[in-house]
């Protein structure tokens, strides 16, 4: 995770995944170990029932604007194919660990 100590503003798109069944879970936020720390500990009505959640990706955005309209375009069928591609690597060391 970044930082705490950057003195630019930054605004961040992030990707959890639930480590109990899976799922990804798409948002953005300004702070992201204040939030990452939310969804671990219940306190997002959208992911509590999802909880424990591994952080996958993130991208830094210097406005905020740019961090919602990315955080919508991940979450549309092209931006999960980006995703997947993106994520391959890990995808695949991930399933070889399964085994």
């Given amino acids: ?3 705490n ?3 630019p503003v930054f605004f961040y798109t992030y990707v959890l995944e639930s480590t109990k069944d ?3 879970y798409i948002g953005y936020t300004r702070d ?3 939030r990452f720390e939310e969804h671990q500990k ?3 009505f959208a992911s509590y029932t999802r909880r424990p959640f591994e ?3 993130y991208e830094a955005c210097r406005d905020s604007e740019d961090a919602k309209q ?3 375009y991940l979450k549309t069928t092209a931006g999960r194919r980006f995703m997947a ?3 391959r690597r890990f995808n695949l060391h991930k399933a070889w660990h399964l085994k």
Wanted: positive net charge.
């Fill in 55 to 57: 952080l996958i990706y």
């Fill in 22 to 24: 899976g799922d990804k």
């Fill in 42 to 44: 219940g306190e997002s």
């Fill in 1 to 3: 995770m970044p930082s």
């Fill in 70 to 72: 990315r955080e919508r």
């Fill in 32 to 34: 992201l170990r204040r």
């Fill in 85 to 87: 591609k993106r994520l």
């Fill in 5 to 7: 100590k950057t003195s």
